[in-house]
C-alpha cells in the first residue's frame, strides 16, 4: 500500500475479513459439489439454513427446535396447522446436517415435487438441493453478504457492547482501536454518559469516512459489497483511463432519462452522450436520443453497453468483450484516489487522529486490496 502516512491495523483487518467472507459464500454458492469443510461452521450453517428457507415448498412446515425446550421456530411463519411438519433439531445444525436432516425426512415422490427430477442416490438428491439452494442464495448475495458480515461482527466484550450503543455501525476491529486509546475517565464516561467521549467522538467521524470509502474500493473486487459509492468510483475511474476520450459524456438519472442527475463525467455539449437510468438497484442504458441501448445488473456492466465501438476501441477493449474485461482494466489501472473520490462522493475531509496513525502505509486508493480469489 502506497503512501507515506500511516494507517490504522483496523482497516486491513476489516477488508481481509470481508474478502475471506465474500470466498466463503462464493465457494458454498457457485461449487455446490465442493464437500470440503468451511473454515468457517458459523456461515456455513447460515447459509445452509437461509438457502433452505428461500425454497422451502409452502405444502409444509419446517421446525427447528431444541432438545428439551418447549418452543419450536417456524419456517414459514403462523402456518395452518394441517400442515406437515419436517422437525430438525438444532443439534443437527449445528453439526452442519440440516440438508441431509431435510431429506430423510421426505420421500421419493416428494423430493421429485421439490427438486424436479427422480435422483438415484442420497448423494444425487443432496447435490440438487445445494444447486436450488444457491441459485437462491446468489440472487440475494448481497443482503446474505451483509448478515454474515454482522453477525461475525457481534462481540462478548462489555466494552465493544458500550461503545458500539454511539458508533453501532463501525467495525468491532474499529471499535476496539476506539478503546484502546481511551483514557481511564473516557472508559469510565462509556459506561454512565449519554453520549460518547468528545475526543472519540471526533476520532469515530474520522473512521466512519475512511471505512466509507474502503466500502466503494472494495466494490470494484467484491460484487457482494459494490454500492451506490462503488458506482460512483467506477465512474469517475472510468474518466481517468489514459485514452479516455473528450468527447463523450456519461450521466447517471434517477428513474428515468429525464430524472434527477445523480452524476456525471464529461462535458454537456460532448458528441457522445450516454445516459444511465438508476431504478431498484440495476440500470438501464440510453444513448443521446432516448434509445434504450439495454439493461443491466450493475455499473460496470451499464458501462460496457453505454460505449460504443469507437471508444471500445480506443480504450483497447476487444469489441466484442464483456464487462468483465471493462472491471479488469479500471482495476489494473490506478483507481480514482482517496481525495478525488471524497470529492465526488460530496464529503469534506475530516482531519485524522493523530494517535491511529501507527498501522501500514496510507493508501491513495484500492491498490493493495487482497484478491478475491
Same mark, same amino acid.
Given at each position: ?152 461482527? %457481534? =462481540?462478548?466484550?462489555?466494552? !465493544?457492547?458500550? #461503545?458500539?450503543?454511539?458508533? +453501532?455501525? @463501525? &467495525?468491532? $476491529?474499529?471499535? *476496539? ?113 432516448? %434509445? =434504450?441501448?439495454?439493461?443491466? !445488473?450493475?455499473? #460496470?456492466?451499464?458501462?460496457? +453497453?453505454? @460505449? &460504443?465501438? $469507437?471508444?471500445? *476501441? ?60
Amino acid at each position: 500500500m502506497p503512501g507515506d502516512r500511516r494507517w490504522p491495523r483496523a482497516f486491513l483487518l476489516d477488508t481481509v475479513e470481508r474478502f475471506r467472507l465474500d470466498r466463503e459464500i462464493r465457494r458454498f454458492i457457485e461449487h455446490p459439489e465442493d464437500e470440503t469443510p468451511a473454515k468457517d461452521a458459523d456461515v456455513q450453517r447460515y447459509l445452509q439454513q437461509v438457502g433452505l428457507q428461500l425454497i422451502w415448498p409452502t405444502s409444509r412446515v419446517l421446525q427447528l427446535f431444541e432438545a428439551g425446550a418447549a418452543n419450536r421456530v417456524e419456517y414459514p411463519q403462523d402456518s395452518a396447522e394441517d400442515l406437515p411438519r419436517i422437525s430438525v433439531s438444532e443439534a443437527q445444525l449445528m453439526a452442519g446436517d440440516l440438508w441431509i436432516s431435510v431429506l430423510n425426512h421426505l420421500d421419493d415422490e416428494q423430493i421429485r415435487e421439490w427438486l424436479g427430477d427422480d435422483y438415484a442416490s442420497a448423494a444425487d438428491r443432496l447435490l440438487a438441493l445445494r444447486r436450488k439452494a444457491g441459485e437462491a442464495l446468489a440472487r440475494r448475495r448481497n443482503e446474505v453478504f451483509d448478515i454474515c458480515y454482522q453477525f461475525r461482527q %457481534q =462481540s462478548g466484550d462489555p466494552r !465493544v457492547r458500550q #461503545v458500539r450503543r454511539f458508533f +453501532a455501525d @463501525l &467495525p468491532t $476491529s474499529m471499535v *476496539r482501536e476506539l478503546i484502546a486509546r481511551a483514557d481511564e475517565d473516557e472508559l469510565r464516561q462509556l459506561s454512565t454518559a449519554q453520549v460518547a467521549p468528545p475526543r472519540m467522538l471526533r476520532d469515530a467521524l474520522w473512521y466512519r469516512q475512511q471505512l466509507r470509502l474502503n466500502r466503494a474500493y472494495e466494490g470494484l473486487y467484491l460484487a457482494s459489497a459494490a454500492g451506490e459509492d462503488s458506482d460512483v468510483l467506477v465512474l469517475h475511474t472510468l474518466e481517468t483511463l489514459p485514452c479516455w476520450p473528450g468527447c463523450m459524456r456519461i450521466e447517471v438519472r434517477q428513474a428515468s432519462p429525464a430524472g434527477a442527475l445523480l452524476d456525471s463525467i464529461g462535458l454537456e455539449q460532448a458528441e457522445l452522450q450516454r445516459v444511465l437510468v438508476r431504478a431498484d438497484g440495476r440500470y438501464r442504458v440510453y444513448n443521446g436520443l432516448g %434509445q =434504450s441501448l439495454g439493461e443491466a !445488473v450493475d455499473m #460496470v456492466t451499464a458501462l460496457r +453497453a453505454a @460505449l &460504443p465501438k $469507437s471508444v471500445r *476501441r480506443t480504450l483497447g477493449m476487444p469489441l466484442e468483450a464483456d464487462a468483465s474485461v471493462l472491471r479488469a482494466l479500471l482495476v489494473d489501472h490506478t483507481p480514482l484516489p482517496r481525495v478525488q473520490l471524497l470529492a465526488a462522493l460530496g464529503m469534506t475531509a475530516v482531519s485524522p487522529p493523530v494517535a491511529a496513525m501507527a498501522g501500514s502505509s496510507l493508501p491513495s486508493s484500492a491498490r493493495g486490496l487482497p484478491s478475491s480469489r
